[in-house]
Nanobody, 120 residues
């Protein structure tokens, strides 16, 4: 079993920056990728960015150009650096990990989310 704990959310003014972090605790036999989703009120959860075990990153339009995802592999901690934030970035941000906690047992785990509010 894997637990993901996010931190770093909060209230920020438009144009500001914020860095989210997510730490994974528990056994990871094999890591496929970690990433971030977000969900705004009344909207579906959407993918923001992912990073795989080789360091390859992938961004959707939600995160491209303003967000940077990175990972500390030693502790399986993933960060999402967000810049030039806009009110439409307001959402609950969820950490996701796609891993094998034991051999041949691939599962997707989610954190509880951290709220990001962009407002003047």
């Amino acid at each position: 079993q894997l637990e993901l704990v996010e931190s770093g959310g909060g209230l920020v003014q438009p144009g500001g920056s914020l860095t989210l972090s997510c730490g994974a605790t528990g056994k990871i036999f094999y890591l496929y990728y970690m990433g971030w989703y977000r969900q705004a009120p009344g909207k579906q959860r959407e993918l923001v960015a992912t990073i795989d075990r080789s360091g390859r990153t992938d961004y959707t339009d939600a995160g491209k150009g303003r967000f940077t995802i990175s990972m500390e592999y030693a502790g399986y901690t993933v960060h999402l650096q967000m810049t030039h934030l806009k009110p439409e970035d307001t959402a609950r941000y969820f950490c996701v990990a796609d891993v094998e906690s034991r051999a041949f047992n691939r599962e997707t785990y989610w954190g509880q989310g951290t709220q990001v509010t962009v407002s003047a």
